[in-house]
């Protein structure tokens, strides 16, 4: 928009030079176009044009023309500029506030208030069809709607970044600057209020929910309570409400989760905070014709609640355009007990005495043990020739079974333990908020490295000397090793750090070790929630088989849930993956470190010394 000349009237605005005295601040772009936008300002226009002009404000404040200070927010400078020009000049301030009174009691602010940023019930297709639509198709005007005019306003991350404590003593300057132009929105606080109440009340009654209800009825419930009181005695049952969720998270930590709680909850707890952020504005009556300045700023106190609120505004606004934050919710909230449920399963890969030190050692030798017998079960596969699906089945199956027994000998693989204990320990941390408390999560990462350590170590020595003593065995009896020399060489050439991609598909193994612990812990938590393990116990069979066996077997599933779900996931993962890439034409593998300490041990021993040059190991084409 092009600036107006320095002396060009604009209708009762003063000229450029004397706007520019009266505001006190320099000639430049920013200052001649709010004069510009104070001007278009008109009470008497029609609805659409009073929107754009509030709009066009707005935009000016968070993404005008540059205003160069050091040590300030662009945009605080130019809301000190719209500040002062209200403040200081009658003409224009009297043109905002009569715009403004006349566009805001005329459009609905109950969507912007008690909707934008909150969960809704629409599924996450659904959600996402409506996302593109709004992304691809033209936007059709709503002039008796005021969420378009913020959606226009704040666009990106980046348009909130100035909203700090530093824009407070602007805001309430800006807040007495309107008048009473912004007391036409006070019902729609009212009525946002509600419908967040309302809304929090059918969530927490609800089948699903009420089935971890801690109280007797439901009419006792906080949340319900909600609903049916006035917003001055919201703030003594929101903190009641809060208490209650508590319980109901320590309830669900007993009896498993499902994906609608963990959306009813997540629902809860930020409607509960939007409600927070609306309250102080309910009572906040008539504070611009205060004539006593400390009590106008105690009744304008609501300025930091204000900065907040459009804060919350705005990220759902900007949150509400992206795909990506969309995922990110969605995901967050599917894993959200799913991880604690393999924090769980994963406290006992953490030693924490030297006797359990070395029960580690032992255990994960006979996991390397075990580990070679994987590794020459999978060439026997490959040596099949099966069609690419079945050798993805039947490898997956290996895997998974070698796995399963691994579990149930009480073996240990080490690649298993970071997707495992990092979920024991993000739970240590969530539940230890207090700085001093911090400081006993050292004890603990230095037993998760140990642990570590002891399990790697016994991997990989059991593995190699395994596969050593199994290959020196088969030539005593067989006269031939385990692999021949052709495949040998290509085995080597496999695992060439620089030749290969090697270090990349340890990585993505390393992506799939993580994706496992997902499913254990989503595995588990669908038995518990369902039951099943009770089920079992009072199944018509323990009439046949005895009670006392169908309670073994109740307790054995809810003991190794975790594990047997982990386990097949990571097999079907070994074994699929590479499969599918293959499949897509994607150059992917697999780089499980036991596996591949096993099979590359297992060349070396057919090679022999005199057969390992430095043209094997540096060799650089892809293995066949």
Known sequence: ????????????????????????????????????????????????????ALEQLGLFVVAG??????????ALLRLEYLVRALERIPVARQRMQATARAALSSVRAIKLLGEIGLPNDRGLIAET?????????????APRELWPVASHIFRHSRDLEWLTPAA??????????GGDAWHSLRGWVYDAIALIATRIAAAGTGEAFRAHEIGDTICKSPLY???QVAPAEMPALIVAA????????????????????????????????????LLPFVDADDADDADDAEDDDAKLGTAPQLRLLICAIGRGLVGGRSFRR?????????????????????????TSSRREYWKMLTSATGGGVLTCGTAMAKFLIKWGHFPLFVDGVLSSMAYAASFIIMQLLGFTLATKQPSMTAAALAGSISARRDGHQLDELVPLIARIARSQFAAAVGNIAAVIVTALAVDRLLRVTTGASFLDENAAHAVVRS?????????????LTGVLLWFSSLVAGWFENWLVFRRVPEAIEHHRLGKRFGKARMVRAARFLEREAAGFGGSIALGALLGMVPVFAKFFGLPLDVRHVTLSAGSLTLALSSLGPAGIGADCLLYTSPSP
């Open 495 to 507: 695992f060439d750090p620089l030749g290969s991609g090697t270090l990349f598909f340890a990585a």
């Open 225 to 227: 309570q909600l609903s």
């Open 168 to 177: 407070d003593p602007l805001l309430r300057r800006l807040t007495r600057a």
């Open 129 to 141: 069809a409506d996302r593109l639509a709004r992304g691809f198709l033209p936007e059709a005007p």
């Open 242 to 277: 809060r208490a209650h969720l508590d319980l109901v998270h320590a309830a669900l930590e007993d009896h498993g989760v499902s994906i609608e709680v963990v959306y009813a909850l997540d629902a809860i707890e930020r409607g509960l905070l939007r409600i927070e952020l």
């Open 65 to 74: 023309p540059g205003v160069l200070a050091p040590g300030s927010h662009p």
């Open 1 to 52: 928009m092009s600036q107006d000349a320095p002396s060009a009237p604009i209708g009762d605005m003063p000229s450029r030079a004397e706007f520019l005295r009266l505001i006190d601040v320099p000639d430049g772009k920013a200052a001649g176009l709010l004069r510009v936008l104070l001007a278009r300002c008109k009470p008497e226009a029609s609805q659409p044009e009073r929107l754009l």
């Open 326 to 350: 969309l995922v990110s919710d969605n995901v967050r909230l599917l894993a959200r007990k799913i991880i604690e449920r393999a924090g769980h399963s994963g406290e006992h890969y953490v």
